[in-house]
């Protein structure tokens, strides 16, 4: 899928974004979503194209109990609002994906209420069952109870589900808790969905483990980077480059066979700017985002330097999560400087990618490593680039043959460059 190779995407939580209750106290319905149409403009002056959102189905809190695959939460609008989104999104040469909650359904699902009205129904021979025969659940949430995979009914529901919003014109799917789901599964519904819609580009939410594998035999085109999100900020927050450098080499290894969805923010973790104390170091986040090889997204509220904790409690997500403004002009026309610096620095740091796009497969290449200090060669067919990060109070030396595109307090030392202290560069050869 070539439109993949090109794509940025812009990753929202709809419900939070909107500010809708979250709790189930309040599910008044309301057109929400076309709130979002004002924001396409927001995401394509950020040099995003591809918006990303979180669970948009009926649901009874959060969006992950889902209780109706084929309806829009009503708090959110209706399926018109959603197709009108999508409409103004492909106007704008937008591509949009929905997050698909397949592992999982809510307890007000209908196949929930018809098990437990009938246990030897056909209903409920789809859902899971625990070594005590009650209904199995998701990672320990009541509230969640688990599909049965292994059953053909499942299989056929997904297959429904995601080849009916690629039919309104949906681009990509996030499979959400996909880690949980035996690959097996994805393999028979993956080939069924894109008999019909073979652009649609899948990328499943995984956290650890062999992702090679999980890509190779489920059929799914990425998985989220959690590791190289990982080695990013805890090697930035703990000043240690050495743990970020084995997060590469292995980021390398997976790009020998899938390209990674890649991130440092998202719905379900604490703020990069909140995970790294030390603000200095909140540039170099971004430049490892947009200049290793993978497909970045940027959650809402990151480009401008939003923090937040995420936290083990109920509402413990809402911080993460926040409603959004009206208007552009209500958040953009009110930052202060460190955000203001923030957005624009994304805003270069998406325009150098976009002129760079082989930057999407590239690897690279580590020429000096320290704790406070990493300098890469990122490469690919059509072009290489160097990358150099500085946590130290020290100026940091590069390797000569090389001319800044962008950084923060490089210096020219005669024939090469030099990172002032807690700074960043990167650079092209001086000659081809």
């Given at each position: 899928m070539q439109w993949t190779e090109h794509v940025i995407w812009w990753h929202v939580y709809p419900l939070g974004f909107v500010g809708a209750d979250t709790t189930g106290d309040d599910r008044s319905p309301q057109p929400r979503l076309r709130r979002l149409v004002p924001w396409l403009d927001h995401l394509l002056a950020l040099g995003a194209n591809g918006l990303a959102l979180g669970p948009v189905f009926a649901s009874q809190t959060h969006g992950y109990d889902t209780t109706d695959h084929l309806a829009v939460d009503l708090r959110l609008g209706s399926t018109d609002d959603l197709v009108h989104l999508l409409d103004e999104a492909h106007r704008r040469g937008i591509r949009v994906m929905l997050d698909g909650v397949f592992n999982h359904v809510g307890r007000g699902h209908p196949l929930v209420e018809a098990a437990l009205a009938d246990p030897n129904g056909a209903e409920a021979a789809m859902l899971a069952r625990d070594d005590a025969g009650e209904l199995g659940v998701f990672e320990g949430h009541g509230g969640l109870v688990a599909l049965d995979h292994a059953n053909p009914a499942v299989a056929d529901l997904v297959t429904d589900v995601m080849t009916h919003w690629l039919d309104l014109g949906v681009d990509a799917w996030r499979l959400d808790a996909a880690y949980t789901v035996p690959t097996s599964f994805w393999a028979r519904v993956l080939p069924r969905v894109r008999e019909r819609h073979p652009e649609a580009y899948v990328v499943g939410e995984v956290l650890h483990g062999d992702y090679a594998t999980v890509v190779r035999e489920s059929g799914m085109d990425s998985v989220t980077q959690y590791e190289l999100w990982q080695g990013v900020w805890h090697a930035l927050q703990e000043v240690n480059l050495f743990e970020l450098d084995w997060a590469l080499q292995r980021h390398n290894g997976f790009l020998d066979s899938f390209v990674p969805y890649?991130?440092?923010?998202?719905?379900?973790?604490?703020?990069?700017?909140?995970?790294?104390?030390?603000?200095?170091?909140?540039?170099?986040?971004?430049?490892?985002?947009?200049?290793?090889?993978?497909?970045?997204?940027?959650?809402?509220?990151?480009?401008?330097?939003?923090?937040?904790?995420?936290?083990?409690?109920?509402?413990?997500?809402?911080?993460?999560?926040?409603?959004?403004?009206?208007?552009?002009?209500?958040?953009?026309?009110?930052?202060?400087?460190?955000?203001?610096?923030?957005?624009?620095?994304?805003?270069?740091?998406?325009?150098?990618?976009?002129?760079?796009?082989?930057?999407?497969?590239?690897?690279?290449?580590?020429?000096?490593?320290?704790?406070?200090?990493?300098?890469?060669?990122?490469?690919?067919?059509?072009?290489?680039?160097?990358?150099?990060?500085?946590?130290?109070?020290?100026?940091?030396?590069?390797?000569?043959?090389?001319?800044?595109?962008?950084?923060?307090?490089?210096?020219?030392?005669?024939?090469?460059?030099?990172?002032?202290p807690h700074g960043w560069v990167v650079a092209e050869p001086t000659s081809p």
């Open positions: 890649t991130f440092v923010g998202n719905h379900d973790v604490t703020r990069i700017a909140s995970q790294v104390d030390d603000e200095r170091h909140h540039p170099h986040a971004l430049v490892l985002l947009f200049l290793l090889g993978g497909t970045p997204s940027v959650y809402h509220g990151d480009e401008v330097g939003l923090r937040a904790v995420k936290e083990e409690r109920f509402g413990g997500d809402d911080a993460i999560r926040p409603a959004y403004p009206e208007t552009v002009s209500e958040l953009v026309d009110h930052l202060d400087d460190e955000q203001a610096a923030t957005l624009a620095l994304h805003q270069q740091l998406i325009g150098l990618r976009r002129r760079h796009p082989w930057l999407h497969r590239a690897r690279s290449s580590t020429l000096a490593v320290a704790n406070a200090s990493l300098v890469l060669e990122v490469a690919a067919e059509g072009g290489r680039l160097l990358v150099a990060l500085n946590l130290s109070d020290d100026e940091l030396a590069l390797p000569t043959g090389w001319q800044a595109l962008a950084g923060r307090d490089e210096q020219r030392r005669g024939d090469a460059l030099a990172v002032g």
